[in-house]
């Protein structure tokens, strides 16, 4: 008789074990983190009333972190809104202003935004992205005589698109463009990301 119960206790567990999740794919609540390049690109820029009166770039390692919600209007489109935070390493733009030098170092920076995509199948969605960008940078300006540095708060907008891919029933890999425009003070602040993200979805 115990033989008899254990063996169907083990048939029931193996039954369920064997029973694929129903759960629903972007649809929810996520967190997660993601690492790619960063390009920075300056000109004609005024940074806290310091002038940038040269192009210059610089190309960077980007880590960040971002926490989003997933709605599924229907079996193949998904809208949703999502927040992150990220800094990039080694990322200081060193330009000329007025024969001095100028040192740019972007300190970290956070969005707010929204997006839309489609289901081309039940596990990859391809989406757009459009919102709020800011950005805390560090200015220095080096003469002979002294060494002023400042600090500005950013403002800007972004845009970019990406394709994700369900791994599990709760971890997605997406991978994605990003270009932000920081230049609503004045001048071309760009930055132009690629970034891959791995997500656990709720």
């Known amino acids: 008789?115990?033989?008899?119960?254990?063996?169907?206790?083990?048939?029931?567990?193996?039954?369920?074990?064997?029973?694929?999740?129903?759960?629903?794919?972007?649809?929810?609540?996520?967190?997660?983190?993601?690492?790619?390049?960063n390009r920075a690109e300056v000109a004609n820029a005024t940074i806290e009333s310091q002038p940038v009166d040269?192009?210059?770039?610089?190309?960077?390692?980007?880590?960040?972190?971002?926490?989003?919600?997933?709605?599924?209007i229907n079996d193949r489109l998904v809208i949703g809104a999502e927040a992150g935070f990220?800094?990039?390493?080694?990322d200081e733009i060193r330009a000329q202003s007025d024969g001095a030098a100028i040192t740019i170092d972007p300190r970290y920076s956070f969005d707010l935004t929204a997006r839309a995509g489609y289901l081309v199948?039940?596990?990859?969605?391809?989406?757009?992205r459009g919102g709020y960008a800011n950005s805390r940078v560090r200015t220095a300006l080096v003469?002979?005589?002294?060494t002023t540095r400042v600090s500005d708060n950013l403002d800007g907008w972004l845009v970019g698109g990406g394709v994700e891919r369900a791994l599990t029933d709760n971890v997605s890999a997406r991978l994605e463009y990003r270009y932000t425009d920081f230049g609503n003070n004045g001048g071309q602040f760009d930055q132009h990301q690629a970034l891959v993200g791995i997500s656990y979805n709720f």
């Open 143 to 146: 003469t002979d005589d002294a």
């Open 54 to 72: 040269a192009e210059a770039s610089r190309d960077a390692l980007v880590l960040g972190g971002y926490v989003g919600y997933n709605y599924k």
């Open 86 to 90: 990220s800094g990039a390493f080694d």
């Open 121 to 128: 199948n039940d596990k990859t969605l391809i989406y757009v």
């Open 1 to 37: 008789m115990k033989t008899k119960l254990l063996l169907t206790a083990l048939a029931t567990f193996a039954g369920f074990a064997a029973t694929p999740s129903q759960a629903e794919d972007f649809d929810g609540p996520y967190i997660g983190v993601q690492a790619g390049w």
